[in-house]
């Protein structure tokens, strides 16, 4: 403990003996220091109550004189009376009331036994009317002009003893401005105040400024947020005057007062906070509005906030505070907001521009990277605008989201810094009328562009127009592009000078195959990549051997892979000695077979992988529907991989609905009596649309249900950041998926059933969402009909939150109840 806390824990002790003191004192001589001790340091007050008797005595009682009245007096009598009572003098009653302190001070002798001062010292009786103090004339000698409210007496002044009367005299006219409360929330807030800083009424006086309804709130926040430890001057009136008008609505004006004093405590200026506070956004209660940051900006070009505002319109409301925040923890972001030509974009190239240039904490928790990644952004912004600004209007979007993908998905900012320079011309050119408005290949570009190098990538930016379009025409279904990019980030990472030499020469097989193998989940797919690079077809030098060798070693790699050979026929005649060719024709057909490697090695790439995906079950071959389902599985990182396993190694025994007799499946059905499993789990039900093209029927082959993603492109397809859930719409007894299937029998839309806990029919989004309206009519019909074969309720938007449970699966996207069958 230190000397200042043993000090005050002294003097409190002190303090309690002289209490003590004056409970049982038969003199008023002894303890008179004690009372003047206790005094000054405590303050008394008018009880509401009348107030208790005057002690009588306050002097003690004189020695009887010897007289034959009193026998004591006279030697040898044997005679004693009893002694009186002596009354012992309890000055704590006196001390609890001015009126009694009064009235002691008007009977006491003064000339015998003066007042003493703060210091001990004895006041001059000079300094009161008559030699006779009373209370409100000593409480004067502090500073106090008449007596003081009992009020403030009771809840201030006590703290505000040993203070100046300046700073007792601030707290005195701020609590009368604030109304004089007596009692309440506002009282009991400000002498809280009060008492844990004397010096915080400049902060407290600021409450003037606001409605009488919010000044308690005020206070309240100064406490909450401990901002009364700042210096007032960091929030002025006319900041808190316009945080006031910043809404009608009291609750939000305590969030965003909430706000302001929160960023304080943090040291970012209330003027940065309040222009965040008064930028409009998309969601308009402050409630869902985060605006507390750590740190500020000196300056926020809001007028080009404005004209950015002007360009996004309403969707983009959301960039107005984001862009706020940037320019605080991104300096140099006011320049992309100033020099950005809005005026000339559309609202989504707007989008696409914003987004290039934020940089997230969260993508970047290092300082450090966060620091360089932006760093390297804003050196990038004048000739990536500059370039944009050059395009035809219509090439704008596509280059805007080619650089988003390419930037914002790298994590080095110093191959980025040298990187980029080297891919812009190539972006530039796949900007051209040559290709579609809308660009597909942006996966493939910086998936490959992240591992090359010096030349490497030097050739890769060189890469062909025709390359590329056979790459944007391999990526145009989202899903699908995504296995793509997976597989050439794994292959360029293991192999590069491999995938640069196939993207030359062998695009579209290149394609296919990193599809594929795209497919394994990704620490699976690190690992086929290392020992793929290991094998004959890819650890031979293939470029140092001789021509004939080389297509003898592949023929007999071919056969060992089980893959077709790429030699022509009279080479492989040739070297079986059933033909003869000549010097020319050898080294024509080798040329041949060479050009084919890469094709072959592809091939055996998928061969490989398929060993992989495929191995544990063996269906690929017995329809689509089953290829697509190991690829799943191979997929499927999570924990509904298990549940996907387990039905795929079921199916290939013959047990091909055998999840459905689960246990626990069987006790949803126990739960759930009024479902009749014959209806629900069956495809007894149909409808069609009215002209009959489309029917629609609950799907029962499994293999089937598994495809509801893939068939129409949706985050649950192969490839699809939900695709895990595609696993619980097949396993989970209380789900089914809906099938629209044309005369051909292919899906053209889908939709997703569930019956939750309390028995409702849910019905989900249908998808495609292109789906003609005449095939939406023909759900509304399927899903009524469905729900009154089961007796069911359909879900409604007014009804109680619907509970849809996992049963044998582990985790499922709840995608949303389709509001049009309300």
Excluded at 5 to 14: C, E, N, P, Q, Y
Excluded at 546 to 551: D, K, M, N, V
Excluded at 716 to 733: N, T, W
């Amino acid at each position: 403990m230190d000397e200042v806390s043993s000090a005050v824990l002294h003097g409190k002790d002190l303090l309690l003996e002289d209490w003590r003191a004056l409970g049982n004192a038969r003199d008023i001589g002894p303890v008179w220091p004690a009372f003047w001790r206790v005094f000054w340091a405590t303050l008394s007050e008018v009880q509401e109550s009348a107030p208790a008797a005057m002690p009588q005595q306050v002097m003690p009682r004189a020695k009887p004189i010897a007289t034959a009245a009193h026998p004591r007096a006279f030697r040898g009598t044997k005679f004693q009376p009893p002694k009186p009572a002596q009354i012992d003098l309890d000055l704590h009653v006196w001390m609890s009331d001015d009126r009694l302190l009064d009235g002691f001070f008007s009977r006491h002798d003064f000339v015998r036994r003066p007042a003493l001062g703060q210091d001990g010292q004895a006041l001059p009786s000079s300094l009161f009317e008559n030699g006779q103090p009373t209370v409100s004339q000593l409480t004067g000698l502090q500073g106090w002009s008449g007596s003081t409210p009992v009020v403030f007496r009771r809840h201030f002044l006590w703290v505000l003893r040993k203070e100046s009367a300046e700073k007792s005299l601030a707290w005195l006219r701020l609590w009368r401005a604030l109304g004089a409360p007596s009692h309440g929330e506002l009282l009991s807030i400000l002498a809280r105040l009060c008492a844990l800083d004397s010096a915080a009424h400049g902060w407290a006086e600021l409450s003037l400024n606001l409605p009488k309804p919010r000044q308690a709130a005020f206070l309240q926040s100064l406490l909450q947020h401990k901002a009364y430890r700042l210096p007032a001057s960091q929030l002025s009136a006319e900041q808190l005057s316009a945080v006031n008008a910043l809404s009608k609505d009291d609750a939000h004006f305590r969030i965003y007062l909430d706000t302001m004093l929160d960023n304080l405590s943090r040291g970012v200026s209330a003027a940065y906070t309040l222009i965040g506070c008064q930028l409009p956004a998309r969601d308009r209660n402050p409630d869902s509005i985060y605006l507390r940051v750590a740190v500020h900006a000196d300056e926020v070009p809001v007028a080009d906030i404005e004209r950015m505002l002007a360009t996004l319109g309403e969707d983009g409301m959301h960039w107005a505070r984001s862009a706020w925040k940037s320019c605080a923890t991104q300096p140099g972001f006011a320049r992309v907001l100033t020099e950005t030509h809005w005026e000339v974009l559309s609202s989504q190239e707007a989008n696409r521009w914003l987004s290039l240039f934020r940089v997230t904490e969260w993508d970047f928790d290092n300082p450090e990277l966060f620091a360089a990644q932006w760093r390297v952004r804003l050196a990038m912004f004048p000739a990536l605008h500059q370039q944009m600004l050059a395009l035809p209007p219509d090439r704008r979007d596509r280059f805007a989201a080619m650089q988003v993908d390419y930037v914002c998905g790298w994590d080095d900012p110093a191959t980025l810094e040298s990187s980029w320079p080297i891919v812009l011309p190539l972006q530039v050119r796949l900007c051209g009328p040559r290709f579609p408005a809308k660009a597909t290949g942006n996966g493939a570009l910086s998936s490959m562009a992240v591992h090359l190098r010096g030349a490497r990538l030097h050739q890769f930016a060189e890469t062909g127009d025709d390359i590329w379009l056979t790459i944007e025409r391999a990526c145009r279904r989202d899903n699908v592009a995504t296995l793509i990019r997976h597989g050439l980030y794994g292959l360029t990472e293991a192999m590069p000078d491999f995938a640069l030499h196939a993207l030359r020469f062998a695009p579209k097989p290149l394609m296919r195959s990193v599809a594929l193998i795209g497919c394994l989940e990704y620490h699976s797919r690190r690992r086929f990549f290392a020992q793929a690079a290991r094998t004959p077809w890819f650890a031979t030098e293939w470029a140092a051997m001789p021509a004939l060798a080389t297509c003898k070693s592949i023929l007999a790699l071919c056969a060992e892979y089980g893959l077709d050979s790429p030699l022509p026929r009279r080479l492989r005649a040739h070297l079986m000695g059933t033909a003869h060719l000549n010097e020319a024709q050898l080294a024509r057909h080798c040329r041949v077979t060479i050009a084919r490697l890469p094709s072959v090695q592809l091939a055996a790439l998928e061969a490989m992988a398929w060993r992989q995906i495929d191995g544990p079950f063996n269906l690929r071959d017995h329809s689509t529907a089953a290829s697509h389902a190991v690829r799943l599985h191979a997929s499927i990182d999570g924990g509904n991989k298990k549940a996907l396993r387990r039905f795929l190694q079921g199916y290939a025994d013959g047990g091909i609905h055998a999840y459905l007799d689960h246990p626990l499946n069987r006790e949803w059905y126990v739960r759930h009596q009024r479902v009749d499993a014959a209806i629900w789990s069956t495809n007894k039900l149909h409808e069609s649309t009215e002209n009959g093209a489309i029917k629609l029927a609950i799907e029962t082959d499994p293999l089937e249900i598994l495809m509801l993603g893939s068939y129409v492109g949706s985050c649950l397809g192969l490839g699809g950041v939900c695709q895990y859930s595609s696993v619980a719409c097949l396993v989970d007894a209380n789900k089914q998926v809906v099938y629209a299937r044309d005369a051909s029998g292919r899906v053209v839309a889908r939709q997703l059933i569930a019956i939750d806990e309390r028995e409702r029919l849910v019905c989900f989004e249908v998808y495609p969402q292109s789906v003609s309206a005449q095939v939406l009519q023909a759900f509304r019909r399927f899903d009524t009909a469905l729900a009154r074969s089961l007796g069911l309720d359909i879900y409604r938007d007014d009804d109680e939150a619907y509970e849809v449970k996992t049963i044998l699966a582990v985790e499922w996207w709840d995608d949303g109840q389709w509001h049009a069958v309300n």
